[in-house]
């Protein structure tokens, strides 16, 4: 079992950056499949970025391609979510979660280890 915690939230201007950090309290993030979500307020929790156990590759919502960068750092048991040029539309509650399984999912559903989230709040 494996326990995400996340930091790195906060209040940004439009275009500027943030990093977000998901630590691992547990088993190691390296048995897992890591993806990030995002959940505003009154939508529904949705896919930003995803990490496969096995085959190695990053995927990416078309909503923040070319703008995020997800990358994991097994020495530390860390997975981060670099975010650059942020919009408004990305101010949400930001979710790490873990699955056993070897490829990353889209669905929120098919993540068993979620993290508390971090807020991320984008205005001027």
């Known amino acids: 079992q494996v326990q995400p915690v996340e930091s790195g939230g906060g209040l940004v201007q439009p275009g500027g950056s943030l990093r977000l950090s998901c630590a691992a309290s547990?088993?190691?993030?390296?048995?897992?499949?890591m993806g990030w979500f995002r959940q505003a307020p009154g939508q529904e929790r949705e896919f930003v970025a995803g990490?496969?156990?096995?085959?190695?590759?990053?995927y990416y919502a078309d909503s923040v391609k070319g703008r995020f960068t997800i990358s994991r750092d097994n020495a530390k048991n860390t997975v981060y979510l670099q975010m650059d040029r942020l919009i408004p539309d990305d101010t949400a509650v930001y979710f790490c979660?873990?699955?056993?399984?070897?490829?990353?999912?889209?669905?929120?559903?098919?993540?068993?280890?979620w993290g508390q989230g971090t807020q991320v709040t984008v205005s001027s």
């Open positions: 990490l496969n156990r096995i085959l190695f590759g990053t």
């Open positions: 979660a873990a699955r056993s399984a070897g490829l990353h999912s889209r669905s929120p559903r098919d993540y068993e280890y």
């Open positions: 547990g088993r190691t993030f390296s048995t897992y499949s």
